[in-house]
């Protein structure tokens, strides 16, 4: 729905009564919402911002399939379709939503690692040379997936191009044996015109089919690729988040143990900041270097502690998530291209047919002699 200079979108939910309508940055804003509650998720992606030709047709029709998807997979992830903000998105209308859309962002969020929203119950904070090893092969390999996906929506782009044009060129050439069939027709030539006539029924329905194949291609794959290849960012995201708190937690563990190793050799147990338990045992701590080290400065080791367990959250929940997201995907490519390559079949069938039926036709139509040609003509010029 237009209004005024920008685009609004209608959401129905017919099994709770809801319709509802939302701009492009009311979907950008509940799903920037999602990535601050919800931290550690892969949350589905929504169509890039895009500042000029946001208004032309084809374009909002590629924006609505994507938005759509967007939808389903929240409604499809066991945690996030029961966010109190999501209900509110597909549920309020007019003023009300408003004022609960200007409360977006200024929520505080809590980022301790015990208040992490968790499907099992407890965060796994423990990462292991194997979460390790997946995240980095995950790393090198997404961005390369994003690409890909995007050379693929590309690729598409261009089949379904190439069909319209052959739709539109077999539509032309059809009309153009229809011009010729009718000047053959007012020449009294009936066995040329129908020749002609069967030949532009043929062609015009060969570009109906091309039409149908091109629209395939653009709703079926181009959009189903586009929005795959924004959910790859949507790890990325995922996968940034863990490579800042990996260098914070890098950083706070060579400042801590730099300063740890200064302080010990100085042998001044005033500046190591003791709580009074590890006092009471001052003497064993002096003479165990390890030991001293750990009871050193308990607030920064503790804030260190807390920094591993936000890297070990990422770290373990990355290779959770972007495990489901592959048997989910999985199966979604199987479903996808089963669908491809089944409407592909069914276009072909039509293809066949339709040449079948004007060879068919073709052949029903009646030759005569010459010499009926000859006595005909010459009827027809002197009556």
């Not at 892969?42 to 032309?56: A, F, Q, R, V, Y």
């Not at 959910?231 to 890098?250: C, F, I, S, Y």
């Not at 001052?282 to 920094?307: C, H, V, W, Y």
């Amino acid at each position: 729905m237009f209004k005024n200079k920008y685009v609004t979108y209608v959401i129905n939910t017919p099994d709770k009564g809801f319709n509802v309508e939302r701009r492009y940055s009311d979907f950008l804003a509940l799903r920037q919402e999602m990535t601050r509650d919800y931290p550690g998720y892969i949350i589905p992606p929504i169509p890039i911002k895009k500042l000029t030709g946001n208004t032309e047709p084809e374009f909002i029709q590629k924006r609505k399939a994507e938005l759509q998807m967007f939808l389903d997979s929240v409604l499809k992830h066991p945690l996030i379709k029961n966010y109190e903000l999501f209900y509110k998105f597909v549920s309020l209308s007019g003023k009300e939503w408003e004022e609960r859309a200007k409360l977006i962002g200024k929520i505080l969020v809590t980022r301790e690692v015990c208040h992490f929203e968790t499907i099992e119950g407890q965060a796994k904070v423990l990462y292991s040379d194997r979460t390790t090893s997946y995240c980095n092969r995950l790393q090198a390999s997404v961005k390369d997936l994003k690409e890909l996906y995007q050379e693929l929506k590309e690729s598409n782009e261009a089949i379904s191009s190439t069909y319209e044009k052959l739709s539109l060129l077999l539509t032309k050439t059809g009309l153009l044996y229809q011009k010729v069939g009718a000047i053959y027709s007012n020449l009294d030539s009936s066995i040329c015109a129908e020749l002609f006539m069967h030949m532009y029924d043929g062609h015009s329905k060969l570009g109906n089919v091309y039409r149908k194949l091109r629209e395939d291609y653009l709703t079926k794959l181009v959009d189903y690729y586009s929005f795959h290849g924004n959910e790859m960012v949507a790890v990325e995201e995922l996968l940034l988040r863990r490579k800042t708190a990996g260098e914070h937690m890098e950083s706070l563990e060579k400042k801590l143990f730099k300063k740890k190793e200064q302080k010990f050799d100085m042998k001044n147990t005033a500046t190591w900041e003791l709580e009074s338990s590890a006092l009471a045992n001052i003497g064993a701590i002096m003479s165990d270097k390890n030991l001293a080290l750990q009871e050193m400065f308990p607030k920064e080791s503790a804030e260190l502690r807390r920094t591993k367990m936000i890297y070990g959250y990422y770290s373990n929940k990355i290779v959770e998530q972007f495990g489901k997201l592959l048997i989910r995907n999985e199966s979604q490519y199987k479903t996808q291209f089963e669908k491809a390559v089944y409407n592909c079949i069914e276009r072909e069938a039509d293809l066949a047919e339709i040449w079948d039926d004007t060879l068919k036709n073709l052949k029903k139509v009646k030759l005569i002699s010459p010499t009926d040609a000859f006595e005909e003509a010459v009827s027809v010029v002197q009556s």
